[in-house]
């Protein structure tokens, strides 16, 4: 069987990791894919005034799953309807420690599963005189209930002890208070073991014992800025990868942007974006290839080349070779 894989690099440094991973999925014999391109991001609006061509919206729609790289300026009005388009709800954000490599905190393997379709990315934005601006905040019971329902799945097919629902229901308390209500119906209802946390005491409580913490349900732009502080603990944006979980499609794409400030040297570490292929492997099936290409990447993080961002000189392609020599 061969799956249709929709590849989007976008600009900057996307351009630089799609490739790695698309090299890396067609290293693995076990499983055939046909990999289709499509525009999206600063460069083809400049060219066409559409950040986000239909062409490369029904691509992603018709294929079987899609790989983004990173957009720049243009990115929300990229990965917004991107994830649209994908019917995804679900954002996984795994954020996990390496051997050897020089992490503020060792011993982290927190998993964050973001709402990805409500709360204020909903974009409900008004300026409503000179100088005073408002943003809804939408919180659905039917969102929060299935986020929720896909966070204690996860847990519990990838032995996950701790599962914590973040939240602020004590100043939101309409909007957090029906997520928290929700998502802890959802934990008594599965009888499953779990903690609730206020999100600004949870931040600080990641930085300082983050082995504490395993699933961490987030609503929407919680889970954006805690996962973003769980990549500082582990070494950085270059090694978080994320998937976009929809009923019948998803989306695999780095946390990190287009990194202007590096990108067009060669030098972007590739681990997210191919940590975000094996994410795709998981999904279609081929959990042994994704776990093999996820051993790959930590063997040569350990001991292999390594990019400027790690403290090391090698170069994307120099990272890329090794991860595939060692699979
Ligand atoms: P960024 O993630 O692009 O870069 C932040 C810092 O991390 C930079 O110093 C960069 O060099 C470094 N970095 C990121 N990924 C790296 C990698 N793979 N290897 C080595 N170093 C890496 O975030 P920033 O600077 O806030 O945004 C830059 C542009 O990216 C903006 O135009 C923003 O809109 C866009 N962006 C796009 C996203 C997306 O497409 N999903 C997500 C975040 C930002
Ligand atoms: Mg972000």
Redesign the pocket.
């Given at each position: 069987m061969t799956h249709e894989i929709a590849v989007i690099p976008?600009d900057?440094?996307?351009q630089e990791?799609t490739p790695a991973a698309v090299e890396v999925l067609e290293a693995i014999d076990a499983v055939d894919f046909d990999f289709v391109e499509g525009e999206a991001g600063d460069a083809v609006k400049a060219e066409t005034g559409e950040a986000l061509p239909e062409e490369t919206r029904e691509l992603a729609a018709d294929a079987d799953a899609t790989l983004?790289?990173?957009?720049?300026?243009t990115?929300?009005d990229?990965?917004l309807p991107l994830r649209q388009v994908v019917g995804s709800f679900a954002n996984v954000r795994p954020a996990r420690s390496y051997p050897g490599l020089d992490a503020v905190q060792p011993d982290t393997d927190i998993v964050f599963i973001r709402e990805n379709t409500e709360g204020v990315y909903k974009g409900i934005e008004s300026e409503i005189s000179d100088g005073v601006t408002t943003c809804t905040r939408v919180i659905t019971e039917d969102a929060s209930e299935k986020i929720a329902e896909y966070g204690f799945s996860y847990a519990k097919q990838n032995g996950y002890d701790d599962v914590t629902i973040a939240h602020k229901a004590n100043v939101m308390r309409t909007t957090d208070g029906l997520f928290l209500d929700a998502a802890s119906a959802v934990g008594e209802d599965r009888d499953a073991s779990y903690d609730t946390a206020l999100m600004d005491a949870l931040a600080m409580h990641l930085v300082m014992n983050p082995q504490d913490y395993g699933v961490v349900i987030c609503p929407n732009l919680a889970g954006d800025m805690l996962s973003d502080l769980a990549a500082g603990l582990v070494g950085?944006?270059?090694l978080l990868p994320s998937a976009n979980i929809g009923e019948e499609n998803a989306l695999f794409?780095?946390?990190?942007?287009?990194?202007?400030?590096?990108a067009g040297e060669g030098?972007?570490?590739?681990?997210?974006?191919i940590l975000s292929a094996a994410m795709l492997l998981d999904h279609l099936g081929y959990d042994e290839q994704g776990d093999a290409v996820r051993t790959a990447v930590e063997s040569v993080l350990d001991s292999g080349p390594r990019?400027?961002?790690l403290g090391g000189d090698a170069s994307t392609e120099d990272v890329t070779a090794a991860v595939i020599e060692e699979l």
């Open positions: 976008g900057g440094i996307g990791v983004f790289g990173a957009a720049g300026e990115a929300a990229v990965i950085g944006l270059g794409e780095p946390v990190h942007g287009s990194a202007p400030d590096i030098i972007a570490n590739p681990s997210a974006m990019t400027p961002d």
